[in-house]
């Protein structure tokens, strides 16, 4: 098996993550209507925007696109899927933690979903991610934070497993969550894809850590950064009618953070 940073391979993750993607875009759109200010613009920057799947789907609904990322071939993927559909969208190489600011208080919305926040394995790089996102936003623009929560007495590896197809190549994701580190505040995990085209097949490893989170260490976090006020909290379902509270009775969690004037 081959051992590899799958996102070097942007077009098998993208087909992968691609399905939830519509309902995503409509979500954050939805929460936009719900809680965010009428405004003439309509700017969302997406910190660590990976393939641009994202980027797409929002720039399809008339929205001003901009977005980073720390890996230049997911970028340039990003790059010809916006092109390849007369789409315009500003993109660049760049860290969450240490971003170049695109517009000091220049965005209506930013989001950050699948987890990718838990990239940034310190307080200080999380902190200085919200920091930054706070800036680029406009007083009352939203930032959408999607993670899965750590259940710390959970004691058993965690197993997900899904496929998906484009242009006949079937990929299938297998991924395992340890147990996290509970004094560390770490989590490995390890993806599979297999790749299935044109009857031949492969697997390609990826493994990483993820900094974790119980409800009380979101608030915490959060509690550092009051440029950011914390507005409602959803779950994956996605659906706007059914805000939940932040707690740990679920795992999937949606933060929508305004920025305070
Ligand atoms: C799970 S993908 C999410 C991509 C995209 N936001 C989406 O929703 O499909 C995570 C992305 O985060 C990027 N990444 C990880 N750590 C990063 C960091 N510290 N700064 C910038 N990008 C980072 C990876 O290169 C990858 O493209």
């Given at each position: ?5 799958w996102y070097?391979?942007?077009l098998?993750y ?107 394995l310190?307080?200080?790089?999380a902190?200085?991610?919200l ?9 009352g623009?939203l ?67 993820f ?11 959060l ?39």
């Amino acid at each position: 098996m081959e051992t590899r940073d799958w996102y070097d391979t942007p077009l098998y993750y993208d087909i992968i993550f691609d399905a939830d993607t519509p309902r995503e875009g409509r979500f954050l759109e939805a929460v936009h209507e719900r809680h965010g200010v009428k405004s003439r613009t309509r700017r969302v920057l997406e910190p660590a925007c990976g393939s641009g799947r994202l980027m797409v789907e929002m720039a399809r609904r008339a929205w001003q696109v901009a977005g980073f990322d720390g890996n230049a071939q997911m970028l340039n993927f990003a790059k010809q899927r916006l092109k390849a559909e007369g789409l315009k969208g500003q993109i660049w190489v760049d860290w969450m933690q240490s971003f170049d600011l695109p517009g000091r208080g220049a965005f209506d919305l930013a989001h950050c979903l699948v987890s990718t926040f838990k990239y940034l394995l310190t307080e200080a790089d999380a902190l200085a991610c919200l920091q930054r996102v706070a800036a680029s936003l406009k007083p009352g623009g939203l930032f959408v934070l999607g993670v899965h929560l750590t259940d710390y007495a959970q004691e058993r590896e965690e197993h997900e497993r899904w496929s998906a197809e484009r242009d006949g190549i079937q990929v299938t994701c297998n991924t395992h969550t340890w147990p996290a580190n509970k004094r560390k505040r770490l989590e490995d995990l390890r993806t599979r894809l297999k790749i299935q085209h044109a009857g031949r097949s492969h697997t390609q490893e990826t493994r990483w850590q993820f900094r974790t989170y119980n409800a009380a260490q979101m608030r915490s976090l959060l509690g550092k950064v009051p440029e950011l006020k914390m507005l409602a909290c959803y779950d994956f379902t996605y659906d706007i009618e059914s805000p939940r509270e932040l707690d740990d009775s679920y795992a999937d969690i949606l933060l929508v953070l305004q920025r305070q004037a």
